[in-house]
């Protein structure tokens, strides 16, 4: 298994650029989420998933949308970026709520 | 709203020590907690987690020890390596869904050689 795998790793966007942050997982875990991680901050919750077709908002979902067609897949789109949408962020998955999350390597964006 | 938090942001340690890593939480009905590791560069890796209804719970060279009362998580790794230098981070579960997991700022642990 891949596990969790997230494309691409490091992307710069110019203000007001649109992209899709790919995260897919061959685990066949129902639970996936993306969390966004600033500098010196721990993880914080921007969208999740409970299975294919379920999405809900997380503490900071703002300037930021999900859709969940697959079981495998669950992107995360920025509509319209800003530079406090600078970050490292990790897409998640979980088998169900009695295991904790695997988590990706990571994309690393900035936004000028 | 509910937050999950640390006491130390860098503990020193020398190799071969014990250290023990903190966390505080402030929602009571929380039922289900994890501490994660992540080293530079990576995502955060699964350490070990423990449910509510227990107080401790073993791994190879760490434990978590939960104290209900006083909503207090706490990450012991025993002998420790060189290669436990990275940040630990405590999570734990949203009080509205167990599939949401409230995270903590972090500690970063130095091993001293």
Request: with cysteine.
């Amino acid at each position: 298994n891949a596990g969790v795998t997230q494309t691409p790793k490091f992307q710069v966007l110019k203000t007001g650029q649109s992209m899709t942050l790919q995260c897919a997982q061959d685990m066949n875990h129902e639970y996936m989420s993306w969390y966004r991680q600033d500098p010196g901050m721990g993880l914080r919750l921007i969208h999740y998933s409970v299975g294919a077709g379920i999405t809900d908002q997380g503490e900071v979902p703002n300037g930021y949308n999900v859709s969940r067609s697959t079981t495998e897949d669950f992107p995360l789109r920025l509509l319209s970026a800003a530079p406090s949408q600078t970050s490292v962020y990790f897409c998640a998955s979980s088998l169900d709520s009695n295991y904790g999350y695997t988590f990706g390597s990571g994309t690393r964006l900035t936004v000028v | 709203g509910e937050s999950v938090g640390l006491h130390l942001p860098t503990l020193s340690v020398q190799e071969g020590d014990n250290s023990i890593i903190n966390c505080a939480y402030s929602n009571s009905a929380s039922d289900y907690f994890i501490w994660y590791k992540q080293e530079s560069g990576k995502g955060p890796q699964f350490i070990i987690d423990i449910r509510s209804n227990m107080d401790k719970r073993q791994g190879q060279r760490v434990t978590v020890l939960l104290n209900k009362t006083v909503k207090h998580l706490s990450l012991q790794i025993a002998a420790t390596q060189p290669g436990d230098s990275a940040v630990y981070f405590c999570a734990e579960t949203d009080e509205d869904s167990s599939y949401k997991l409230i995270f903590g700022s972090g500690t970063r642990l130095l091993v001293r050689p």
